[in-house]
């Protein structure tokens, strides 16, 4: 495998393959580190392997943080036992790009995941790696989406879940826990106090915290979704991302995962520029990117987009970092702005997403009405999560009409609402 | 193309490819016809033609209803353009297995769709054919997953949408409808009611209704379900599948897939014993196989598994005959059982079901149970829709702790919770 280490982000320190995070020496955080040419062969040589693997994430495992390899013959080891995340759709929105007066929008919907999140690919590189390291429980601090993923994955897994979340989360999010026979423990206070007590818990159990001790292996799932772009666009990068901010974990992967492809030889040309999203209500990264501040002030979130909602992003200063190297930005939109690109996406893609993509969308709006996008690029748009899980962002936007299961009420209904179709009857 | 003609099942009558669904001399309802013959190639080369397909149901464009035949080397015509469904995973349940006493289960989870139902593959047949044929407007009456991926798929398309549904319709899926700016019209009835007024408003209008004059190009989307199965299983053919019945028709063109695969060569040995899974709240399908008879007593539905209750099942006669002459049977389970149903497949797979696929999950439980599925078989459960659509089923089956956010009220919530792993603390 192509995974050597554990390396300190900044002091360089090196540590063996095991459950830690932080750097011993210095505090910095750890990250997997990788030699490809233990890989061997050429780029299509590689590119066959790849195509070769099975329709789901694993088929990258020859760069992700596992030392079990990709999946036999038989394709049994990672990708049928569990819950196989990833290869999901990117889908050319011409219909979008048309009303942004865009000429070519692509939409990775990474909510046709099985939890509906792109959580569920960081988790299932955590998972697996736990199953390594013998871990019998796994846990996280989540908003939701990770609770879901990590529920799911431990019962497919057979391992036993623990989930602390903040206690006015989303019900939706919370019976989509619940019922994996995960065990929920609903903290009072927001995320940044849930994290806290999980660092806590972390060190006294032997758990597989997939967020904490967990992190340097799960972090790197994200770069799957590079890796499937590319390969979805025939093996070229796109111009330029919009992706949301949280953490700043998957903005900072995603743009690991097109840089490792390019200097293996599997990609050619200019990365992408990165543009980061974030809510207005809690927009650390995107208030330091307009000040031209190096690292970001802590907040305390109010927003709709509660899947965004970390008021101290831990990768923040890697995120500003990439958002300048690469000529991208971070900005941040209103919470009507965020409804209102939950129903642009609808409306022109069949795509429903939650708050989140709402988030992206209507900053991908922002920046071409800004005219931010040259009209020759090639611009792919991140959906990480789904819409059945934030449905109290759609309540209230339509209408919805009550009638009689009669002809002469439908006719009724047609009259008021003048449907342009009624001028079409027979 | 291998389609030729519509034809009545009862009387034979021949009819043009347009939109019509009810033979004008014996009031039979109408199926697509095909010529086989007219794909031309051996075995090796339709399985090279599917394998170099779209990843998504397209692939299969040259077994289904439609004339623009499979997307061309750019792949932009039916899979890119819309909103592709289809290529859902087929997960081998080894856990669900061993809990049940048998040795090979697979669960084939359409919730992956896009508009998390198998839904997605009946109406993309049918709005392609309505593009084709020229409709402007696309329309359902539905129980609520066909309204979602109505509205989804006219958005994507930029089709004008109708969708008429029973006044109480789950609010979850009435708002993943309304999101996608279709016309929802509420009719105060049940399903039965609803259409019966779309098929008076279908004579009235030049609308494609998907699932009325549409519906002999919509039914044969559910083909693609048995055809990804059989590629998923390296081209063999289950021993057994169990499968949800609502209309009847899933079940009896799931069926309908294998057996043309089968003529084709594609597929050797035996067609599968086919399953019926029904509510008991709704079990007209089930009560009729039960009592030996061969049409179907029309019921009222009274059942939390909604997507089934449907009174008077259009394909109930086909279901029955498909039942016997395959050797498998059609079974009711309570409403309880639907939920542990749910809660078994969640905390076995991973995989957060909606009612029906709660059903499924119960009828092959009490077909372990009772001993009818031999040790060799290779069974194929089917999940057809999403769990975040009926939640109401899931509240209320387990608990949520609330605790401060201290290291100490952990503590005390394990102690209280006996939790095995606190023993493994360190």
């Known amino acids: 495998m192509a995974v050597t280490h554990l390396q300190c982000r900044a002091c360089k320190a ?7 995070y932080v750097c011993e020496r210095c505090f910095g955080p750890l990250e997997a580190a990788f030699d490809h040419s233990r890989l ?3 780029v299509g040589e590689l590119r066959r392997r790849i195509q070769g693997g099975p329709q789901n994430m694993w088929r990258y495992a020859d760069f992700l943080p596992t030392v079990e390899g990709p999946p036999g013959p038989s394709g049994r080891l990672a990708s049928r036992v569990g819950l196989p995340a990833g290869c999901t759709p990117l ?3 011409d219909r979008l790009a048309q009303r942004l007066g865009l000429r070519e929008v692509w939409v990775k919907n990474d909510a046709a995941n099985p939890t509906h999140s792109f959580k569920d690919r960081v988790v299932s590189v955590a998972a697996a790696r736990a199953r390594e390291l013998g871990f019998g429980v796994l846990a996280c601090a989540s908003t939701g989406n990770l609770a879901n993923a990590v529920a799911a994955h431990g019962a497919a897994l057979g391992l036993e879940t623990y989930v602390l ?3 006015d989360l989303e019900e939706q999010k919370i019976l989509a826990t619940g019922v994996y026979g995960a065990r929920v423990v609903a903290v009072q206070g927001g995320y940044d106090e849930v994290n806290r007590l999980c660092t806590e818990i972390s060190a006294e159990r032997e758990w597989a915290f997939v967020n904490i001790n967990l992190r340097p292996y799960y972090a790197e799932g994200s770069k799957t979704l590079a890796f499937e772009i590319a390969e979805q666009l025939g093996w070229e990068l796109p111009d330029r991302c919009v992706v949301p ?6 903005y900072t992967k995603l743009a690991k995962g097109f840089e490792e492809w390019r200097q293996l030889g599997l990609l050619e040309g200019e990365l992408p520029r990165m543009n980061g999203a974030q809510a207005q209500g809690c927009a650390p990264v995107a208030n330091a990117f307009a000040a031209g501040q190096e690292v970001c002030r802590p907040v305390k979130p109010d927003t709709i987009a509660k899947s965004l909602a970390i008021g101290t992003p831990a990768d923040g200063p890697y995120a500003l970092d990439l958002a300048r190297a690469s000529g991208g930005a971070v900005d941040s939109v209103t919470e009507e702005e965020i ?3 939950i129903a642009l996406l609808a409306q022109t893609t069949g795509i429903f997403t939650e708050t989140a993509g709402g988030v992206t969308t209507a900053v991908l709006a922002k920046l071409a009405a800004r005219g931010d996008i040259d009209p020759s690029e090639r611009v792919v748009l991140l959906i990480t999560g789904e819409g059945l899980k934030t449905l ?6 339509f209408e919805t009409t009550v009638i009689e299961p009669s002809f002469e009420a439908f006719e ?6 003048h449907a342009p179709a009624a001028a079409r009857a027979r």
């Open 245 to 250: 901010i949280a953490s700043g974990s998957l």
């Open 412 to 417: 009724a209904f047609e009259a008021r609402v």
């Open 91 to 93: 889908i050319r929105a």
């Open 165 to 167: 979340i903040p206690a």
């Open 339 to 341: 409804r209102e690109g």
């Open 392 to 397: 109290d962002a759609v309540r209230g936007t």
């Open 14 to 20: 090196q540590y063996e393959l095991d459950a830690r």
């Open 40 to 42: 061997g062969g050429d």
